[in-house]
């Protein structure tokens, strides 16, 4: 029997300060994976868009940010580009280690099958 060749679609929720937090993919199809690779511009912002699902901030009215994956890219790169600089070093900050595991146990699950020589 082969291995799951499907990417999941589950999603981990990660936390904030201040008791927010943000919800993201636990990990990125290849084609995700693939656009993240050739976006180009800013890397940040492009991680940001490809694993972000959404999150529980609130603006200065104190209602929700909208922030989905339906939205269009742009809308969502124009969300992350008006959060205050504070919130956005938070995100990356709590994004990253999360990322750095993903693709650790993405590398640690590739193995080269053995190859039986036929006598």
Do not use: C, F
Not at 67 to 88: G, H, K, N
């Amino acid at each position: 029997m082969g291995r799951n060749s499907i990417a999941s679609a589950a999603v981990v929720r990660l936390p904030l300060g201040e008791g927010d937090y943000i919800t993201v993919k636990e990990e990125l199809n290849a084609g995700e994976s693939i656009d993240l690779a050739n976006e180009p511009g800013d890397k940040i912002l492009a991680t940001l868009t490809a694993y972000l699902v959404g999150w529980s901030l609130v603006g200065a009215d104190d209602l929700p940010i909208p922030y989905s994956p339906i939205q269009s890219a742009d809308e969502r790169r124009a969300t992350l580009r008006a959060l205050t600089l504070s919130r956005m070093k938070e995100i990356v900050a709590v994004l990253e280690p999360h990322v750095t595991r993903t693709t650790q146990a993405i590398d640690e699950k590739k193995t080269t099958p053995a190859v039986e020589v036929a006598s």
